[in-house]
């Protein structure tokens, strides 16, 4: 492919991208393909001979979109939500255009410094104290990671060499084996299965503390467990607390956790991964609160904030302890202008491979295109929408509402879990919808959560009215089931729901209930 044919071919892959975006509520949000589709279509050769690009780009729209779950379908409100923006799309273009290896500060300049500057940017944003930025006097800093996975793993590592030199210190007769064998982290058992993860990967048990009655880890459940370790004669070493746990968006309680790991000399990391966007909107940073005796802080961008994945922030206050863990220098990465400061930083001693992408592009299109302003209505009118949905759920007496907690609301049908287990299921075999489950306690609960840019009032409508379709299947079944059970669910399942048809959605739900 030359310049011109690929001037045509690109100009047709923008319109592609335009034409996908207008009319995904076109789309079934979930794919209706069994497993091994694929195979069936693409041979089982490579082509010898090159074929033309047309060709390739009809068989995306044959082959590739009968596969795709459309994360950004307005349809889509599962998990959490994944950033998309035009202003970030052209970011990465540009990214896979120069195509440069930022490793260290040489290989691309500004591939370092913009990274630099984005994150003293975002930092101040949230208003994270100065000491993580790396415009401060200290050793603080910030760096673009793979996603919050990896930033807990990589501050997991750091910890544990830290940890570890300490100790040394203290009684030189240990061997690093022996300090690292006593070494043990915590966590909420309400945290992502990635700080779990990070446990694995690092050979280091993360003990999964029993989060209180509103899903939080609190300094007493933290202390208990520090105290129990120590006195078995482990060595406590790293503690992971979540702002926004997966299953309900719960806070656990920094000002509380913050002291007890100072004291105790353990690396608090704070996984703020979804909830942490919501931090720009002043109304927001009191759950924040303690941030102060963190470690380490670290946000996706590529979650709430129009960030295409892939695109984590973390911020550490001193970024020392990563250069000393993951620092292996060859004579073939040494240059002239290599420093330990911060502002100057050759990142590939603060992340886990060598090489790394030139993700600030897309990061600075966003902040600057949106600026602040455009990023706060956006978060606002996410969570704007979830209100709207806990309210039309907390209208029905067939439902109860656990939790609304900004894009995110966790309901559940009345009664025994069954019956909430039976309407999800129905849910995902029309695949009108997407949603995942939770449990809050004993309970089952649906949780949906705002996740597309383009989500609007009509799509939340929709949801509804597809929830109430397939309820009113759920609540015929009780003809047929005992009455105790069905006063659990209140005892009452009018044939006749208003569920507030909406014009656009009225033909999709007479279908449903007539097929």
Known sequence: MDSESFRICAKAVIDLIADYNDNIRERPVISTMKPGYLYKMVPSEAPIKGEHWKTVLDDVERIIMPGITHWNSPQFHAYFPTGNSYPAIIGDMLCNAIGSIGFSWITSPACTELEVQVMNWFGKLLDLPKEFLNESEGPGGGIIQGSASEATFVCLLAAKDRTTKRIKALDPSLTDGEIKAKLVAYSSDQSNSSVEKAG???????????????GRMTGVILSEAIAEDIAKGLIPCYVVATLGTTGICAFDCLEE????????NIWLHIDAAYAGAAFILPEYRYLMAGVQYADSFDVNLHKW????????????????????AFNVDRVYLKHSYQSQDPKIPDYRHWQIPLGRRFRSLKMWFVLRMYGLEGLQAHIKKQIHLAD???????QD????????TMGLVCFRLK???VWTKNLYERLMVSGQIYLVTATVGSKLVIRFVVCSRLTEEIDVHFAWNEICAQTDRVGSECDMTPSSICNDLTGTWPKDKDC????????????????
């Open 415 to 417: 009664g025994d879990n």
């Open 397 to 404: 007496p067939r439902f109860e509402v656990v939790t609304v």
């Open 500 to 515: 507030e048809l909406t014009t656009a959605t009225t033909i999709v739900v007479k279908s449903l209930t007539q097929g």
């Open 388 to 394: 709207m949905f806990g309210k039309l759920v907390k």
């Open 200 to 214: 694995l990967l690092g050979s280091m048990p993360m003990r999964l503390l029993k989060a209180d009655k509103s």
């Open 305 to 324: 904030l129009l960030v295409n994945f892939d695109c984590s922030a973390l911020w550490v206050k001193n970024a020392t302890y990563l250069v000393d």
């Open 257 to 264: 956790l913050g002291p007890i790991c100072n004291k105790n």
